[in-house]
Every structure is written in structure tokens, then in C-alpha cells.
């Protein structure tokens, strides 16, 4: 099990490394590169929260509180994703809905980190 520990606290710098390049992209419209950073984001970000959920479903025999709350938070995440996917479509990418989203996604990861991923790594 640490080994899917491991394979999520990589996801997570990969996913924050993701955001970090989207906001910059922003930052600097210029550049345009703002729709591919979101598009590898939004891909990233599904992968992940869709593996974690095979998780979080047997965490809820532990915890069922905090596993209906990280599921709520992936539920959020997806419908912000296809707001902000439509945004980028029409060529309007809310940098505050972008950073919002990386708030959002941190305070989740801490909570994983400190709850899930512990219980993964003990099992």
C-alpha cells in the first residue's frame, strides 16, 4: 500500500506543479498557452481523483464523514473543471475561478494526506 501512497503524494506535486503552470499562463496571456495548460490539468486531475475514489470508498468503513466529504470535493472538482473547460472555449479563463480551484485542491490534499492516505498506508 505505500506504494500507492507514493504514487498519489507524486500526483499531487504533478497536479499543484499543473496548476502552477496554468496560473503563470495567465499570469501572461500573452503566451496563450492557457487552454493546453487547463486541458492537461483537467486530464490529471480526473485520473487521479478516479483512482482515489477506488480508496475512498473503503476508507468510508473507517470514516464515512470524511470519505462523503472527499467525494463531495471530487464531485466539485469536476463540475468546476467543465466550467472552466467552457470558459477557456469561449476564451474567457477566469484566473480567479483557476485559483479558487488550486485553493480548493490544497486544502483537499492536506486533508488526504493526513486521513486517507495514512489509513491506505496502514492497511
Request: aromatic share 4%.
Amino acid at each position: 500500500m505505500d506504494e500507492q501512497v507514493h504514487e498519489g503524494l507524486v500526483d499531487h506535486a504533478m497536479i499543484d506543479k499543473s496548476f502552477r503552470a496554468l496560473v503563470d499562463a495567465l499570469d501572461h496571456p500573452d503566451t496563450g498557452d492557457a487552454a493546453l495548460l487547463l486541458c492537461a490539468l483537467a486530464d490529471r486531475l480526473r485520473s487521479h481523483i478516479a483512482r482515489e475514489e477506488l480508496d475512498i470508498v473503503k476508507f468510508a468503513d473507517v470514516d464515512q464523514e470524511e470519505a462523503k466529504s472527499l467525494l463531495h470535493d471530487h464531485a466539485s472538482f469536476r463540475t468546476t473543471l467543465v466550467a472552466l473547460e467552457a470558459q477557456s472555449k469561449a476564451g474567457n479563463l477566469s484566473p480567479r475561478e483557476v485559483h479558487d480551484l488550486k485553493l480548493r485542491f490544497s486544502l483537499h490534499e492536506a486533508r488526504e494526506e493526513t486521513g486517507l492516505y495514512r489509513w491506505v498506508k496502514a492497511i
